[in-house]
T-cell receptor, first 111, second 114 residues
Framework: GESVGLHLPTLSVQEGDNSIINCAYS??????FIWYKQESGKGPQFIID?????DKRQGQRVTVLLNKTVKHLSLQIAATQPGDSAVYFC??????????FGAGTRLFVKA | KAGVTQTPRYLIKTRGQQVTLSCSPI?????VSWYQQTPGQGLQFLFE???????NKGNFPGRFSGRQFSNSRSEMNVSTLELGDSALYLC?????????????FGPGTRLTVL
């Protein structure tokens, strides 16, 4: 069935450390993947995306890695800051104008 | 440029009632998607509209419906409300460009069904 899941529901990191949030997806036909950040009381906010013809994409302090062989997606946040504390969702789009979201991982940044 | 706006922000209804939620997309965005967010089920896709046409629909009962107007504003309606419909309803708009499907989310409407 359609599902995008996350390995860990919560992640706690020390300020300044790097964070890695993982995601598994089940639809091998998905060709577009997105990471969103959701802060309390707000809607999800786009962080970075990647297409299936890429393995890695970098943004400002964030990197997304895609491993199509094992259907795995990860988000790496460098030098994690308190403002990074939020829930992070991976999402996949396999066409059909429909985005499937994962369950979410809550990131806690300890000062 | 103004972001996605949703009204109302909070709503309390009782079982059996119906509710209509409104979403105004970012100017120029013609695609509007709706999602239901609950602690137990996470973010679940409801439907997507483009140029007043529903292009895709999630696995929700027929009590959930929507529409889009010629100015791209969208509404969703839930009839015969159930306690389980209590959730944050999120609207997202996108420009729909080749190679990108970045969605911009509104703050959501918090619906509580008593």
């Amino acid at each position: 069935g359609e599902s995008v899941g996350l390995h860990l529901p919560t992640l706690s990191v020390q300020e300044g450390d790097n964070s890695i949030i993982n995601c598994a997806y089940s639809n091998s036909a998905s060709d577009y993947f997105i990471w969103y950040k959701q802060e309390s009381g707000k809607g999800p906010q786009f962080i970075i995306d990647i297409r299936s013809n890429m393995d890695k994409r970098q943004g400002q302090r964030v990197t997304v890695l895609l491993n199509k062989t094992v259907k795995h997606l990860s988000l790496q946040i460098a030098a994690t800051q308190p403002g990074d504390s939020a829930v992070y969702f991976c999402a996949e789009n396999g066409g059909g104008f429909k985005t499937i979201f994962g369950a979410g991982t809550r990131l806690f940044v300890k000062a | 440029k103004a972001g996605v706006t949703q009204t109302p922000r909070y709503l309390i209804k009782t079982r059996g009632q119906q509710v209509t939620l409104s979403c105004s997309p970012i100017s120029g965005h013609r695609s509007v998607s709706w999602y239901q967010q609950t602690p137990g089920q996470g973010l679940q896709f409801l439907f997507e509209y483009f140029s007043e046409t529903q292009r895709n629909k999630g696995n929700f009962p027929g009590r959930f419906s929507g529409r889009q107007f010629s100015n791209s504003r969208s509404e969703m309606n839930v009839s015969t409300l159930e306690l389980g419909d209590s959730a944050l309803y999120l609207c997202a708009s996108s420009l729909v460009l080749a190679g990108s499907n970045e969605q911009f989310f509104g703050p959501g409407t918090r619906l509580t069904v008593l």
